[in-house]
Each structure stands twice: as C-alpha cells, then as structure tokens.
C-alpha cells in the first residue's frame, strides 16, 4: 500500500501536535489502531487520557461516539434499546452509541462490572446482540477507553475478561517541564482540536488496517509468540499468564509494529517491542509469591525465552 507511510505519519503528527511530549503513547496508539484492537489509557486525572483518546478519534474520519461511564451507567446505555412503536406496533432498535467507528469510553472503570460486560461482545466480535437479533457494528471499530487507577474513590476493578479485550494498556504520565510550557503556550486559549478535521477517511483508516493484515509471520516468529504466551503460563509469580487471545493480539499489534517500521514482515524485535504494553495488563500477580509489577515481569519473560533468528526478508 503505497500511502501507508503518509497516512499513518499524519496521523502521528496530529496526535504529537496536541498531546505534547508524549511520542511513545501516540506510536502505540496508532499500533492498536493498525492492528484492529483497542486501547486502555490509564493515569491518574489531568494528564491528557481523554485529549488522547479524542485527538486519535479526530484524526479519523466516521463517526466518532463518547460514552462517560457513571455509576448508574446501565448496558443499554452503551449497546443500544428496543422501543415500542405504538403505531407500528411492533419493537424498533434504537442503537447506542457503541455503533460508531470510535468509542471513546471515559472512565471506564467508575461504572461497575455489570455495565463494563456490555462491551466484551462489541469488544471481541465487532456486533451487538438485542432481544435475538444481532447487529454488526461500524468497521474500522475501535475502543479507547480511560481509567484511573483502582486506588482512587469510586471506581471499580475491571474484570479479567473486560481487560483481556483490549489489545494493549498504556500509562501518560506527567509530561516533562518544557512539553508542560508549550502546552501552556499552545492550548491555553482553547480546546487544541478546534477547527481541525480528519487526516485520513475512514475508508482509509480501513484499509490501513487491511493492509497490516497481510503482513507476513514467519514460523519462527509465531514459535516465538507462542513461547513468550508458555513462559507467562507457568510463571512462579503469576497467577494468571496469557490468554490465546493475547497472543493474537500480541502477534497483530507486532504486525503493525512492522508496518510501521516500513517492513511486510515480522521481526522477533517488533514482538518484544510491543510486548510490555499488550501482555502486561492481562496478566494477574500472585502476591504470595512476592511479585514485582507486571511490567516488570514481562521484561523478565523476554529476557529468559530465546529470540530465534531474525528472518530477512527474501527468507521470510
């Protein structure tokens, strides 16, 4: 695809010309994107969670949807109701706002796991399932959804299941002094996306997922997922390793990493690059054993699993 390099750098520059600072989040913001997944910002309030989330929905064209999860949140809230036609007399789907290209899910985590469970069907399978019928949803689809950490008032865990969802988990963090003055300097007259459209159409966006579909995967390459997915497994610090559908995602998100990279084929490097932030918010700590953090722990599985040899790329 010979736009991929030009569309996705617009879209890097956008989110790096309003989220200051912060490269890093912006690279594998756009990862999860090309990858087809989802992405998990979480951070305490104030550092640029939802100005992200609303910076990359923006940068798409489609639809774009917020959805601010609350307390009294219910699922219908997120999927969508059936309403009764008097003069029809019959029921009519009313969709929620999850029927759009982006949903922006903010603070995700102060709604309870009954409300959170509305997305893992949307999450996982792209549709929505109503009284029976089901209804697939916009594609390209994608959630970016926020949180604050779990210590902070009002807020719930989110579930195993709702977290394995999300292809990869991302911290801001505080920018440092000079991002923080010209952040001051550029966006303190005015909300930084006002009067700024689209860079690429959503049937762009589409094909560039498209496109990272098709990067090859060597054998060698596959192995290696699958061996980093064991070691996580039978960890004597983890309670809970990574699913399969991890390592699919971690085998997609090391896809769009090549791309990226301007390759069509993987390298053992592009896993290990985005190994941390797809693999470690899925995995669960055994506290007995005096586990250090996720992060951590993944780094420690990267450095025990062999890297097999990097295939080139006519012996791919």
């Not at 893992?120 to 399932?129: D, I, K, N």
């Not at 920018?175 to 049937?203: C, I, K, N």
């Not at 496109?211 to 064991?230: K, N, Q």
């Amino acid at each position: 695809m010979e736009s991929f390099p030009q569309h996705t750098q617009a879209i890097l520059d956008r989110v790096n010309a309003v989220i200051d600072g912060k490269p890093e989040a912006a690279r594998t913001a756009l990862t999860v994107l090309l990858a087809g997944g989802h992405l998990l910002v979480e951070d305490v309030p104030g550092v640029g969670k939802t100005m992200l989330a609303r910076t990359l929905a923006s940068a798409i064209g489609g639809t774009v949807a917020r959805i601010q999860f609350t307390p009294d949140l219910l699922p219908t809230d997120i999927t969508g109701v059936s309403v009764y036609d008097q003069a029809r007399r019959e029921f009519e789907f009313k969709p929620g706002p999850v029927f759009a290209n982006v949903v922006i899910g903010d603070e995700i985590n102060r709604a309870s796991a009954k409300t959170q469970s509305a997305l893992l069907e949307c999450m996982a399978e792209g549709q929505v399932t109503a009284d029976g019928t089901t209804y697939r949803l916009a594609a390209p689809f994608m959630v970016v959804a926020t949180q604050n950490p779990v210590e902070m008032d009002g807020t719930f865990p989110l579930p195993e299941a709702q977290r394995d969802r999300f292809t990869a988990r991302i911290s801001m963090g505080y920018p440092d002094a000079a991002a923080e003055a010209t952040m001051l300097a550029d966006h303190g007259g005015g909300s930084p996306l006002a009067g700024l459209g689209p860079v690429v159409s959503v049937a762009d966006a589409a094909r560039l997922v498209e496109h990272v579909r098709g990067i090859h995967v060597s054998d060698a390459v596959r192995e290696y997922i699958v061996a980093l997915g064991a070691a996580t497994r039978s960890h004597p610090q983890l309670r809970l390793g990574a699913s399969p559908r991890a390592l699919l995602q971690l085998q997609a998100a090391a896809r769009a990493e090549a791309a990226l990279s301007g390759r069509d084929w993987v390298l053992p490097d592009d896993v290990r690059t985005v190994a941390v932030p797809v693999l470690a918010h899925r995995l669960i700590l055994d506290r007995r054993a005096g586990a250090s953090s996720a992060e951590e722990l993944v780094r420690s599985v990267l450095s025990d699993v062999r890297v097999p040899a990097e295939p080139s790329a006519r012996g791919r």
